[in-house]
């Protein structure tokens, strides 16, 4: 009864605040849009209600769909020529959005800053890098990623090895696939019951290419040659597949028929205890089960050579568009609200990137996070191309192709063919 | 019996009247926006700057567009084999229900259940039913038979969904099947028996010229669903694998959304209203010829 | 006599095997919504599940999906009440009239069925923001609102009334409205009842519309309730089946309070 209740009364709230947008409104209101991701939003949430106390002409709506639906909202706003103010999007994006006008650009003095020097002075290297274009700067990270890979403690335990211990990480790529055969279980019928470890499937493409880009990073493959022709069908890019992807298939230890199929969740089989390894971001522990959130422990990303690491660097981050009337509000509560490092890792597990995050207390308590900082130093944004939709979309259909038993050259081959012609139009 | 209460003079203009609502909303939300991605299939336009005029662009590229014609073909695939089979199996199913006494209500209403659940909930649980070690294969592999790559397989998956699309299709059919069976007058069939009609005689002399409307109904209602198929299609496989199962609606939603390509979408569009138009003219003809019947 | 009970048997045999295949996946996600994630995956169906009701009760409090469910049923009636009303109308003059343009305004009405909303949905967003219907219930009501195989099911319905009925009611000198309303549209009642089952169905699982428009949590349905509950977390199945069926039980209601109505209307569509 209760419940019900509250439901009704959130909806008059809400009818209420439909009625107040159809009058004139006062001062600044600020709409911000975020993918859903719980932790963030109510966290963004509570910093917000904590700046309209400080600053009572500025009030922020925040407004959030999940990822994929949320683009799609996005674009037909922007279409409208009317997005919201303050908006969450991806470091790939920023290329086409940046170029289109989208974007404001950031403002230094908005963060107490006199210039875009000073600006990037207060990032860790390379944090603003995957946010500019041609000297600007478009947004500051929400989140500053990178990856790594996560371990559950008690099923190394099953194997007699302590997670703990850093001498037993596996430390390159051929040490993940030997070590996934052992921590493979199966049943009776033949059935997998407990997976080593597995590459994400069935996802989108930029899920694809957080995982693939370190790894052709560490091959010395590129997807786009220094002529602008596609090369992610030279022999280096071939020899990345072929003794990672394609070799968790071969093995028989992954694969996407392996995988527990799920449209939105990469990690839904790490999240409950039916894999044992699996890479993701400092974002992901709040996302596991009770049972693995005790158990795990991060280990730095496999490597091809341990001498010459490669890892990802990405960003969430959080930009002003240009169609905002009220830019200058924006970029100040966006400084209040990115400068709390601590309270960010704490609430939701993200890193700003801002220089000195990973010596606070809240970091050093948050398991991981020295893995995380080593790791932010040897990472590299995925390649840039105003068409990286399509040009990601054609490496993934490559992957799911030879993960049905097309040679590996044969199907990058196509995407090959196929990203030329995209760039060719 | 006329076709027509009246002719085009005396009463025309209350016809007309009568449509303009209709006509009104469709002019409005449908026609407009149809037209629109006319004028759009002749520019280039990502969505976030404004349209640049390309001419037939997009429309010469159409013939080397790999994934258009891939997704052509997917889809005509996928109506086709949705449509002939769904109509045989709600078919026989309705006809079965007529044989039920008492308790057919409440067969129909557990038939009809498929249509009533949450599409998108639906389809999840079908992603999860037909996961390679889902319990789907766990059945196959009770019966001895090997598990099957339902959603992983380029060969499999466009099968799949298919199959899903049956299950949820025939239900909705076979109760509109079945109405239509309730409707023939039973006379009819008495005296069909008096004239030692029996089995399949009854049903090619009876029984089927008088469902004829009913499966004009559910051809067009079938095709036009399978036409524009697009949950099932995001949700469970997302066109994958490797654009095995990218029907056109999807190819399309992807291009105008992910890829920023409004012109292409746009063509796509077109030819995609055209194929309907075609559709459309080939049904009032058939519809037609039903009337002169009656 | 033997051989219709043969017969009789074989019907049985058939909508029996035809349940159980189309029960299985509805089943199961019954038995879902009462299992905790590992159960879901380890378990057999029929094992009933130790998350009980929590899976229900946690869910349903995450998100305000009484609000939800509320816009939902708001936009389904809506639609309903537009597509049975206009339906009637339009399948009224496509049915027993012929004026200039007739076979035109046909075609036009077939080829509308069939356009899908992913095509247009650009252009008719932007035409509703220039309506200046930004985030309100306008734009989330009204641009969908009419099913246009409302007018086809109609047209169906009518073209089977015997034009004699018609010309009496003339000749008593009722004018045209006064035909349709007291003469023909309680002959066609149960077709009605077919369009808005159908209709109800169609608004009940409308989703990118929703998800283009509305801004506002205010204004979500409930389809965008469950996508967005559903990509919070590692997803707990047994909630996002919770939250189906709930969702399910307004249209199975629907449905069972007018199924007698609907077989009979289907009738009348189907059959001259």
């Known amino acids: 009864m209760r419940k019900f209740q509250s439901a009704l009364l959130s909806w008059a709230l809400a009818g209420a605040s439909t009625l107040a947008l159809a009058g004139s409104a006062t001062a600044a209101e600020l709409t911000f849009w975020h993918h859903t991701y719980p932790p963030a939003t109510d966290f963004i949430a509570k910093k917000a209600a904590e700046y309209t106390a400080q600053h009572p002409d500025v009030t922020i709506k925040l407004h959030e ?41 950031v403002d230094p003095a908005a963060f107490g800053q006199k210039s875009q020097a000073d600006l990037e002075a207060l990032y860790q290297p390379s944090a603003l890098s995957g946010l500019t274009i041609d000297g600007k700067t478009y947004g500051v990270p929400e989140e500053f990623n990178t990856l790594a890979l996560f371990l559950n403690k ?103 028929e392996l995988a527990t199929v799920n449209p939105v969740n990469a990690l839904q089989d790490f999240s409950e205890g039916r894999q044992s390894m699996a890479i993701a971001g400092i974002w992901a522990p709040p996302l596991y089960s009770d049972e693995v959130k005790a158990d795990y422990v991060v280990a730095a990303l496999p490597q091809r050579d341990v001498a010459k690491p490669a890892t990802l660097l990405n960003s969430y981050a959080l930009a002003v568009t240009s169609g905002s009337k009220n830019q200058k509000e924006a970029f100040e509560f966006l400084r209040f609200l990115t400068s709390d490092s601590d309270g960010y890792l704490a609430a939701t597990g993200y890193v700003t990137g801002l220089k000195g995050w990973a010596d606070t207390d809240v970091a050093k308590q948050t398991r991981g996070s020295a893995v995380f900082a080593e790791g932010q130093k040897h990472g590299s944004f995925v390649w840039r191309s105003p068409t990286w939709a399509q040009e990601g979309t054609a490496i993934k259909n490559a992957i799911e192709q030879f993960a049905q038993g097309v040679p590996v050259q044969e199907a990058l081959d196509q995407a090959a063919a196929e990203i030329d012609q995209i760039r060719a139009n | 019996m006329t076709r027509t209460a009246s002719g085009p003079s005396r009463y025309g203009r209350w016809g007309f009247l009568f449509c303009l609502p209709a006509l009104l909303f469709i002019a409005i939300f449908q026609l407009y926006p149809v037209l629109f991605s006319y004028f759009i299939s002749l520019h280039e336009y990502d969505l976030l700057s404004p349209p640049r005029y390309v001419g037939f662009k997009y429309y010469l590229g159409l013939a080397s567009d790999k994934a258009f014609l891939r997704s052509l073909g997917i889809t005509i695939t996928y109506v086709v084999y949705t449509v002939v089979p769904v109509l045989g199996i709600a078919f026989w199913l309705g006809w079965s229900l007529t044989k039920l006494g008492r308790s057919r209500g409440v067969w129909r209403t557990l038939i009809f259940l498929p249509s009533v659940m949450p599409l998108v909930s639906v ?55 079945l109405a239509g069976f309730l409707a023939i007058p039973r006379d009819h069939y008495e005296a069909a028996a008096l004239d030692g009609a029996r089995g399949w005689s009854v049903l090619r002399h009876i029984t089927l010229p008088s469902m004829k409307p009913t499966i004009a109904l559910v051809v067009v209602l079938s095709t036009v669903n399978g036409l524009k198929t697009f949950a099932f299609q995001q949700i469970m496989t997302d066109g994958g694998p490797a654009g095995s199962t990218q029907i056109l609606t999807l190819l399309i939603y992807k291009t105008s959304f992910s890829f920023l390509q409004m012109g292409k979408a746009s063509t796509y569009s077109v030819v995609l209203f055209t194929g309907i138009l075609v559709i459309s003219l080939l049904q009032i003809w058939l519809l037609r010829d039903r009337h002169r019947h009656a | 006599m033997h051989r219709s009970l043969a017969e009789r048997l074989l019907a049985i045999a058939i909508v029996v095997f035809a349940t159980v295949l189309t029960l299985y996946p509805i089943v199961w996600m019954l038995a879902a919504s009462l299992k905790t994630n590992s159960e879901l995956f380890s378990g057999s169906l029929f094992e009933l599940g130790s998350a009980g009701l929590s899976n229900f009760t946690s869910s349903l409090s995450q998100r305000p999906f009484f609000l939800y469910l509320f816009n939902s049923v708001l936009a389904a009636l809506v639609s309903v009440i537009v597509t049975v009303v206009f339906g009637a109308l339009a399948g009224y003059s496509l049915a027993k009239f012929q004026y200039r343009f007739s076979g035109a305004v046909a075609l036009i009405v077939l080829a509308s069925i069939m356009i899908p909303l992913e095509a247009i949905v650009i252009p008719l967003f932007l035409e509703v923001h220039a309506f200046g219907w930004t985030n309100t219930y306008a734009a989330l009501l009204l641009p969908t609102a009419f099913n246009v195989v409302g007018i086809f099911v109609f047209r169906q319905a009518m073209v089977a009334i015997p034009d004699a009925y018609i010309e009496a009611a003339r000749i008593d000198g009722a004018s045209e409205p006064r035909i349709l309303f007291s003469v023909i549209l309680p002959m066609v009642a149960p077709s009605a009842v077919v369009v808005a089952i159908l209709t109800f169905n169609l608004s009940w699982n409308s989703y990118l519309w929703p998800l283009i428009v509305a801004s506002d949590d205010g204004l979500r349905t409930l389809p965008l309730g469950m996508a967005a509950f559903q990509s919070a977390f590692n997803t707990q199945y047994g909630q996002v089946m919770a939250v189906s069926i709930f969702g399910a039980v307004p249209t199975t209601l629907f449905f069972i309070a007018f199924q007698r109505h609907f077989i009979e209307g289907v009738s009348a569509a189907g059959v001259k």
């Open chain 1, 65 to 105: 769909d999940p990822h994929g639906d949320y683009e799609v909202k996005l674009t037909a706003a922007i279409a409208a020529g009317n997005p919201p103010d303050i908006i969450n999007v991806l470091d790939y994006l920023f290329p086409q959005y940046a170029s289109k006008g989208i974007l404001a650009p």
């Open chain 1, 154 to 256: 008690k099923h190394f335990a099953d194997i007699g090895l302590d997670a703990n211990d850093p001498a037993n990480w596996p430390k390159t790529w051929n040490d993940v696939f030997e070590l996934s055969k052992k921590l493979q279980k199966k049943d009776e019928s033949g059935k997998t019951t407990r997976l080593g470890f597995n590459w994400v499937w069935n996802l989108d493409p930029y899920w694809y290419a957080q995982q693939y880009w370190p790894i052709l990073v560490q091959y010395g493959c590129d997807v786009i040659g220094a002529d602008g022709k596609a090369a992610i069908n030279s022999p280096a890019c071939v020899q990345a597949f072929t003794e990672t992807w394609q070799r968790m298939i071969t093995d028989g230890t992954g694969g996407p």
């Open chain 2, 123 to 177: 389809a999840l649980t079908w992603k999860l039913l037909l996961n390679v070690q889902g319990p789907v294969n766990d059945g196959l592999g009770f019966l001895g038979m090997a598990p099957v790559s339902w959603l992983t397989s380029s060969a499999m998956a466009p099968w799949a969904l298919i199959l899903v699309s049956w299950w949820h299709a025939t239900s909705y059919y076979t109760i509109i099947f």
